[in-house]
């Protein structure tokens, strides 16, 4: 029997961090072909992940431009993948999560006439513009694909609510904490990193570990996001922050005047995710729109405040391991100081159940895919 050839596409850090232990899992099993098709939609940070795990891309689109609009990457993307598949028709393309990469490839494929598997698949927040666009990404993926991989219980009610055929859906843990598990475990707790002002950083008691970035973020609630913590860590003489700041000049512009410059403050560069993993596991909370982070943080027993109005994670709200802090100067002081001064409410929320994965995601979507594709007969057991 031909090995099953399969296609793994993604562009972002995220993208990269999520589909990396995927890629090597699948590399490894002996009936399976493998290439990994990048578009590069985010560039150095892109390429700071597959050096870290090793991957070097079979095929790459090199699409990302300055000042570069959302048909822009679209459009190129969509082309450009097009253009790959004329010439290397996969059995499936696997995409990931909710990125314009995501949707572009999912729809070239479909074009082309070639499976899609969807991993993480399900997540829903119901609101079309709180992440935008990836909210739409996620539904419009979701229509194209024929296989789907979700993270969780809740994330595959949501997809058989819309019609999708149960059967097509695969219950997997999320493979971010494959990635968590993989970086620890190299490290084994040793908070030395690469980036040197980080390890220079004078931290005083309590760490608050923050990133923000998302489009319905940027200008005035990134403002007030910035005036809530900088109000906090001015009144909490204990507690400092760091703040790896995403590239965009949106985020950078705000996030220097109001914090910069500030003794207990360390406004940073962005890291590679081994440094972010090291970080969230030193940080007393997580203070982030970042939906990774979101994962980590019950795995790490680490209480998160989420920067947005909504989550496409609501099991961690549930749980009572995350925190919807919005993105107003209100109600983000307001979640932060009760995280950070209320005994009781940091106790339950740093031994909040884990609901989003326990390292293992990335077998069992090989298994999903093996299944779906009927090369073994028995369907993989379901992550609970």
Same mark, same amino acid.
């Given at each position: 029997m031909e090995k099953l050839k399969v296609l793994c596409a993604f562009g972002t850090r995220p993208e990269a961090i999520k589909m990396s232990p995927l890629v090597l899992a699948l590399k490894k099993h002996e009936d399976i072909e493998t290439r990994v098709l990048v578009s590069a939609q985010h560039r150095e940070l892109l390429d700071s992940v597959m050096d870290i795990f090793g991957i070097k891309p079979d095929a790459d689109l090199d699409i990302m431009q300055s000042g570069q609009t959302l048909t822009d990457i679209t459009t190129r993307i969509l082309i450009g993948a097009g253009k790959h598949f004329d010439t290397y028709k996969p059995d499936i393309v696997l995409v990931h999560g909710d990125t314009s990469t995501t949707f572009a490839t999912a729809l070239a494929a479909f074009y082309a006439g070639i499976k899609v598997g969807h991993v993480e698949a399900g997540l829903r927040t119901f609101n079309k513009l709180e992440p935008f666009p990836e909210e739409m990404n996620r539904l419009l993926t979701g229509r194209i694909a024929d296989v789907h991989f979700s993270p969780t219980q809740a994330a595959r009610r949501n997809l058989i609510k819309e019609g999708i055929d149960a059967s097509s859906v695969y219950v997997t843990g999320n493979t971010e904490i494959d990635a968590l598990t993989n970086i620890l475990t190299r490290n084994k707790g040793n908070y030395m990193y690469k980036r040197e002002e980080i390890n220079a950083f004078e931290r005083r008691g309590r760490l608050i570990v923050m990133t923000a970035h998302r489009r319905e973020n940027l200008g005035q609630p990134m403002e007030e996001i910035c005036g809530a913590?900088?109000? #906090? #860590? $001015?009144? $909490?003489? @204990?507690?400092?922050? #760091?703040?790896?700041?995403?590239?965009?000049?949106?985020?950078?512009?705000? +996030?220097? !005047?109001?914090?910069?410059?500030?003794?207990?403050?360390?406004?940073?560069?962005?890291?590679? %995710?081994? @440094? *972010?993993? %090291?970080?969230? $596991?030193?940080?007393?909370?997580?203070?982030?729109?970042? +939906?990774?982070?979101?994962? &980590?943080?019950?795995?790490? %027993?680490?209480?998160?405040?989420?920067?947005?109005?909504?989550?496409? !994670?609501?099991?961690?709200? @549930?749980?009572? =391991?995350?925190?919807?802090?919005?993105?107003?100067?209100?109600?983000?002081?307001?979640?932060? @100081?009760?995280?950070?001064?209320?005994?009781?409410?940091?106790?339950? *929320? =740093?031994? +909040?159940? $884990?609901?989003?994965?326990?390292? !293992? +995601?990335?077998?069992? &979507?090989i298994a999903g895919i093996l299944h779906y594709f009927k090369r073994v007969i028995e369907r993989p057991t379901d992550f609970s």
């Amino acid at each position: 029997m031909e090995k099953l050839k399969v296609l793994c596409a993604f562009g972002t850090r995220p993208e990269a961090i999520k589909m990396s232990p995927l890629v090597l899992a699948l590399k490894k099993h002996e009936d399976i072909e493998t290439r990994v098709l990048v578009s590069a939609q985010h560039r150095e940070l892109l390429d700071s992940v597959m050096d870290i795990f090793g991957i070097k891309p079979d095929a790459d689109l090199d699409i990302m431009q300055s000042g570069q609009t959302l048909t822009d990457i679209t459009t190129r993307i969509l082309i450009g993948a097009g253009k790959h598949f004329d010439t290397y028709k996969p059995d499936i393309v696997l995409v990931h999560g909710d990125t314009s990469t995501t949707f572009a490839t999912a729809l070239a494929a479909f074009y082309a006439g070639i499976k899609v598997g969807h991993v993480e698949a399900g997540l829903r927040t119901f609101n079309k513009l709180e992440p935008f666009p990836e909210e739409m990404n996620r539904l419009l993926t979701g229509r194209i694909a024929d296989v789907h991989f979700s993270p969780t219980q809740a994330a595959r009610r949501n997809l058989i609510k819309e019609g999708i055929d149960a059967s097509s859906v695969y219950v997997t843990g999320n493979t971010e904490i494959d990635a968590l598990t993989n970086i620890l475990t190299r490290n084994k707790g040793n908070y030395m990193y690469k980036r040197e002002e980080i390890n220079a950083f004078e931290r005083r008691g309590r760490l608050i570990v923050m990133t923000a970035h998302r489009r319905e973020n940027l200008g005035q609630p990134m403002e007030e996001i910035c005036g809530a913590m900088l109000d #906090i #860590i $001015n009144e $909490n003489a @204990d507690t400092t922050m #760091i703040w790896p700041v995403h590239p965009n000049p949106k985020v950078r512009e705000v +996030a220097h !005047r109001v914090l910069g410059g500030h003794e207990r403050i360390l406004l940073t560069d962005a890291v590679d %995710n081994e @440094d *972010m993993y %090291n970080l969230a $596991n030193e940080a007393f909370i997580l203070a982030t729109e970042s +939906a990774g982070l979101q994962e &980590i943080s019950p795995y790490l %027993n680490k209480p998160c405040v989420v920067l947005r109005n909504v989550t496409e !994670r609501p099991e961690g709200v @549930d749980t009572g =391991a995350l925190m919807i802090g919005g993105n107003s100067y209100g109600t983000v002081y307001a979640a932060v @100081d009760a995280v950070l001064n209320n005994e009781s409410v940091y106790a339950k *929320m =740093a031994a +909040a159940a $884990n609901p989003f994965g326990d390292g !293992r +995601a990335s077998e069992r &979507i090989i298994a999903g895919i093996l299944h779906y594709f009927k090369r073994v007969i028995e369907r993989p057991t379901d992550f609970s």
